[in-house]
């Protein structure tokens, strides 16, 4: 199975591609069922996305989105949590209704529950049409880190060594920054109908070409993208070729 791979030159380029895409699939399926993704490489393209609600009225007043995850123990109005980052990079800014929008409660007082749950209501919508996606330096999709089984569905994580260091520069002092999070396992992640993965800079030239040269195995989650039928790869060029 062939992944498609497209190749933008700056991060401007890759996030007006990505937005592009997902406006196609919003006016192809208006009712269309959304995995978001949060980290830095997303932002601009949910920028373009409510840019574009503005302009060309893109209607979102239909579509459900669930996120990929969310760190335990920070409350949603924590600047930090994934719950104020989509409100702020994307929900105040288009007009999906809030009870459309899921995102794991790592603030449950039961996250085994939770977990189910979560899974629950994206059957119930009747699975992911469409999965943005992320890459971590390490090759974790959404917080799946290296090691997790790919027949794992959503889930309680430690974050790797690794995560919780790059994560570091958005608190204060290392205590603060969470340990653990709740996150979609690869299976929940592979059985969206349709995946774009969107990879930008030079700092993930090395996990890109691990993803599209390696080996498929759980060292590296990301890997096992490769044996997913519907995947778009939206990069910068500097992701895909050293210099
Ligand atoms: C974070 C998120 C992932 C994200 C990844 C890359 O830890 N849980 O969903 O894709 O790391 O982040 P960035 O886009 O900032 O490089």
Redesign the pocket.
């Known amino acids: 199975i062939q992944m498609k791979l497209i190749r933008t030159k700056n991060y401007q380029e890759m996030s007006k591609e990505a937005a592009r895409f997902i406006n196609k699939r919003v006016h192809a399926n208006p009712a269309l069922t959304l995995g978001l993704?949060?980290?830095?490489?997303p932002i601009q393209t949910y920028e373009n996305l409510a840019k574009d609600y503005q302009q060309n009225e893109t209607s979102y007043q239909q579509i459900t989105t669930f996120n990929?995850?969310e760190y335990i123990g920070l409350p949603e109005t924590d600047p930090n949590s994934y719950h104020f980052y989509m409100q702020k990079h994307l929900f105040s800014k288009i007009n999906i209704p809030n009870e459309q929008t899921f995102i794991p409660n790592g603030q449950s007082d039961n996250l085994a529950e939770e977990c189910i749950a979560y899974e629950d209501l994206i059957k119930k919508h009747g699975g992911i049409d469409l999965q943005i996606?992320?890459?971590?330096h390490n090759g974790?999709i959404?917080?799946n880190e290296p090691g997790t089984s790919f027949e794992q569905r959503t889930h309680i994580v430690k974050l790797a060594e690794s995560?919780i260091n790059a994560?570091a520069r958005f608190f204060d002092t290392m205590q603060e920054v969470p340990k653990k999070a709740i996150t979609m396992g690869i299976s929940t992640i592979m059985e969206s109908k349709e995946i774009l993965l969107l990879v930008t800079g030079k700092e993930k030239y090395n996990a890109l070409t691990k993803l599209l040269h390696g080996e498929i195995d759980p060292s590296f989650p990301a890997s096992i993208l490769n044996e997913h039928n519907n995947l778009t790869v939206i990069a910068t060029e500097d992701a895909i070729i050293s210099n």
């Open positions: 993704a949060t980290g830095g490489t990929l995850d996606l992320g890459l971590g974790h959404g917080f995560t994560n």
